[in-house]
């Protein structure tokens, strides 16, 4: 019982922290290619291609998105997609499956803000509604920093 339970929270807690890194690191490149004046074909290939190498996505996204994809296909690979386990969404979405099966064992605040984000992030890739970016990751950032 220990066992499951310490396992449930140490991936609740990878998960949390895997969607914190991404949103900080995609906002970071989103941010520094917002400074320089690039057509979209040079922000791809200069900014957006080694974000998706560096976190292991590349073969993925060849696999399921066009060779001519844009900043926005990228963007919405990383922050939404279904088709990518290691997607914002899916990292909050498994944290928050770990966190339910240990509901009991986490307060009532930290049970509240997740669930809420992760039902905002199911919510935004459901309806194909995108806030800004900034918005979203901004939303990541402020519920990452939860204590167990």
């Known amino acids: ?10 991936w609740m807690a990878r998960h949390i922290e895997r ?3 991404l ?3 995609m906002e970071v490149i989103n941010l520094s290619g917002l400074d ?7 922000q791809v290939r200069h900014y957006w291609m080694p974000v998706l190498e560096a976190t292991a996505c590349d073969e993925l996204f ?14 919405e690979f990383m922050n939404f997609s279904k088709a990518n386990p290691d997607s914002i969404r899916n990292c909050i979405a498994t944290a928050r499956e770990n ?23 199911g ?12 918005s979203f990751l901004a939303i990541v950032h402020a519920n990452a ?4």
């Open 62 to 75: 060849a696999e399921t998105q066009d060779e001519d994809s844009s900043a926005a296909d990228i963007l």
């Open 36 to 42: 320089l004046a690039l057509s979209t074909d040079q």
């Open 99 to 121: 966190a339910r099966m240990v509901r009991d064992k986490l307060s009532v605040e930290m049970w509240l803000e997740l669930n809420g984000t992760a039902h905002l992030s």
């Open 23 to 25: 949103a900080r690191l």
């Open 1 to 10: 019982m220990l066992s499951r339970v310490a396992d449930s929270l140490y």
């Open 19 to 21: 969607a914190e890194n």
């Open 145 to 148: 920093g939860f204590k167990v």
């Open 123 to 134: 919510f935004l890739s459901n309806i194909g509604a995108r806030p800004a970016s900034g």
